[in-house]
Each structure stands twice: as C-alpha cells, then as structure tokens.
C-alpha cells in the first residue's frame, strides 16, 4: 500500500525553464514533507521540506507547495540545470505512531537537457 | 564533516549465503536507520535506532535479518540466508534525533547486494 505516490517516473525538461515535479499522499497524519534527491551510486540526500502547517516553502531555486486539501504537494526548480539531473524522492512523516518513519514515494528522475 | 559511511559498497553471493553490512553514522547522531531499496521504488525502512535500542522494526524479516547496535555508534545488518528476492541496495541513515523532533536522515551511499 503506496501511501505516498510519484506518478510520473521520468520528466524531460531544457535548461533554464521551469521543473515541476508532482507528489500525492493518502495519509492524513502525514505532518512534515520532505524531498530528497538522489544521483546514481550516492545515498539520496535532503533537498527541501515543508510543514504541514504552510503552504510554500522556498529556498533558492527549490519551492515546495504544499495542498492539504488535495493532499498534494509538488516541487518546482527554477530555473533548471543541468546538474539538477537526478532521481527525486518524495518522502513524508507521520505524528502518528511510526514517529520518525520516513515514507518515501517511488521517484522520478528528471533529466534537464541543454 | 564526514557523512556516513556503509561497507562494502557491493556485494554478489550465492544465495543461501550469509551477509553482513556495516555503517558508520554521522558523529553524534543518535538515530539509526537501515532502508531497502528495491529497483524502481523508493526507501523503505526496515529499523530504526534510538541508540542501542531498536524502537521500530515491525518492517524487518526477523526469521533471516538481524540488526545490532551494541555500543550506540556503529550498526550491522545482516542476512542469514540470503534469498534470490533480497537483491537490492540497502542504505543506512542517520539523524540527530528522532521521535518528536524534526529532522532530515542523511543517508550513505548504500552497500549493493546481488543474490545468485
């Protein structure tokens, strides 16, 4: 059961332009999002994350927003690069109790072209 | 500030085969965490460590996995015997705190495991 959900697999996107990556979750105790990116042969490593309690979080060319009512939150990097080429990982946590239990999506690897 | 560290990076054994991981957390975290990693799916916790104690292993398959982190740093994962459907990349994570507080795992690079 996929509590967290990356549907699209793969993204193609030219440099310079807008990347917007989409996560869905099912689980309303999910209270702390976080994204995670991820290069072959490397652990994933933290990227952002947002708080149930906002709606936007920004830092640098990284912005998350958060839909709660849509339990949906999505990723957009602007502008993109090429070195922004990798896996990225949606992940959540619960107040719930598996406290501290990250639930990842499946990915999606996005490929920034020239 | 080193990150942390998993040995071996890869590994290939028959299966039926025991095996074994190491980690290295970040220095002072006392969080642990081992994750599996199946191709094309995201993390999925197997345990986690508040120091010594393991406070949530409802995901790992206790009849062949073993965890251990005897003195609150280093932790080994191991795999006794190892089956065909065990290949995978096993990543392990650390974080300064867990429980209540809020904070991203930072994450090794993770030890390939290929069962034959």
């Known amino acids: 059961d996929q509590q967290v959900k990356q549907n699209s697999p793969s993204l193609s996107v030219q440099e310079g332009r807008i990347s917007i990556l989409n996560c869905d979750y099912t689980n309303s105790m999910f209270d702390y999002f976080l994204w995670y990116k991820k290069y072959p042969a490397e652990g994933p490593t933290f990227l952002i994350s947002?708080?149930?309690?906002?709606d936007k979080n920004e830092d640098g060319r990284f912005t998350v927003f958060l839909n709660k009512s849509a339990k949906h939150l999505s990723l957009h990097i602007v502008p993109s690069q090429p070195g922004d080429s990798a896996v990225y990982f949606c992940?959540?946590?619960?107040?719930?109790?598996?406290?501290?239990?990250?639930?990842f999506g499946r990915g999606t690897q996005l490929t920034v072209w020239p | 500030e080193a990150g942390v560290v998993q040995s071996p990076r890869y590994k290939i054994i028959e299966k039926k085969q025991p095996v074994a991981f190491w980690c290295n957390p970040i220095?002072?975290?006392?969080?642990l965490y081992w994750y599996l990693q199946n191709l094309g799916q995201g993390p999925e916790l197997l345990i986690r460590?508040?120091?010594?104690?393991?406070?949530?292993d409802s995901q790992l398959p206790k009849d062949r996995f073993s965890a251990e982190r005897l003195k609150g740093v280093d932790s080994t994962l191991k795999i006794q015997p190892a089956e065909l459907g065990d290949s995978a990349v096993y990543l392990c994570?650390?974080?300064?705190?867990?429980?209540?507080?809020?904070?991203?795992?930072?994450f090794g690079p993770g030890t390939r495991l290929t069962v034959l």
């Open positions: 992940a959540a946590k619960s107040r719930g109790s598996t406290l501290g239990r990250l639930y």
């Open positions: 220095s002072g975290h006392n969080t």
């Open positions: 460590y508040e120091n010594e104690e393991a406070v949530d």
């Open positions: 947002i708080s149930s309690i906002k």
């Open positions: 994570a650390s974080s300064p705190s867990g429980g209540l507080a809020v904070s991203e795992q930072f």
